[in-house]
């Protein structure tokens, strides 16, 4: 995947160059592109459970190829279909929990990675926020996270169960990493509404690794 990243690359290109690094804590007026190795970030194995968003399936093309880059890594993924109609968020944690339990007995040993595209990925931060993430439960990836919404009655942040979910003082939440991936061309997940959150929660560290980290996707 061709990624861009608003601290790592940076650095590596001054490091490079041999010149000062910037201050990387305010947003970069020109990022930088670089090769995210996803292969590398897992060195155990584990079992992920990918979730669609509110225009695909789990047979969807976007879906599948998900997927397949996944498995080439020597992981599981299990997939499977909201129940219809998606304008009730409670329904939709209740189905994902159901395939949360049957997934940890199947797959005991392994840790666990919840990873969703856009309303897949806000489900998960959800059903996180009601404590029902198993110990298991290591990851949760956001593929486009929906977090901006157009409306005629008003533009809409949804960035407030991010920040409970980041803020929680369940010690299983407060042990989870986020990772969002966003494209740069998401409209409902634009960078200035993608940076305003992310620098809130930079700090955020779980030992000494940050707690959720930002990365982008090019054209997507």
Not at 43 to 64: D, E, P
Request: hydrophobic letters at 35%.
């Amino acid at each position: 995947l061709t990624c861009i990243s608003h601290q790592q690359s940076n650095m590596a290109a001054s490091r490079k160059r041999k010149v000062p690094i910037q201050n990387m804590d305010s947003q970069p007026l020109q990022m930088k592109r670089r090769k995210l190795n996803l292969r590398s970030c897992w060195k155990r194995t584990y079992v992920f459970i990918l979730a669609h968003g509110a225009g695909t399936n789990s047979k969807h093309a976007n879906i599948l190829n998900w997927r397949q880059r996944i498995e080439s890594m020597g992981h599981t993924v299990v997939t499977f279909d909201f129940p219809r109609p998606y304008n009730k968020m409670e329904r939709l944690v209740d189905a994902y929990q159901s395939v949360i339990d049957s997934t940890i007995q199947k797959y005991a040993t392994h840790e666990l990675v919840l990873i969703g595209t856009s309303m897949g990925s806000r489900v998960s931060i959800h059903l996180a926020n009601n404590n029902s993430l198993p110990t298991q439960c290591s990851h949760i990836i956001a593929l486009g996270y929906p977090l901006y919404v157009k409306r005629k009655a008003g533009n809409i942040t949804r960035d407030q169960p991010l920040l409970e979910f980041m803020h929680s003082a369940d010690l299983q939440l407060q042990n989870t990493r986020l990772l969002l991936i966003s494209g740069t061309k998401d409209r409902m997940g634009p960078e200035q509404i993608m940076y305003a959150f992310y620098d809130k929660v930079k700090q955020i560290k779980i030992g000494k690794q940050q707690k959720c980290e930002l990365r982008w996707i090019e054209g997507a």
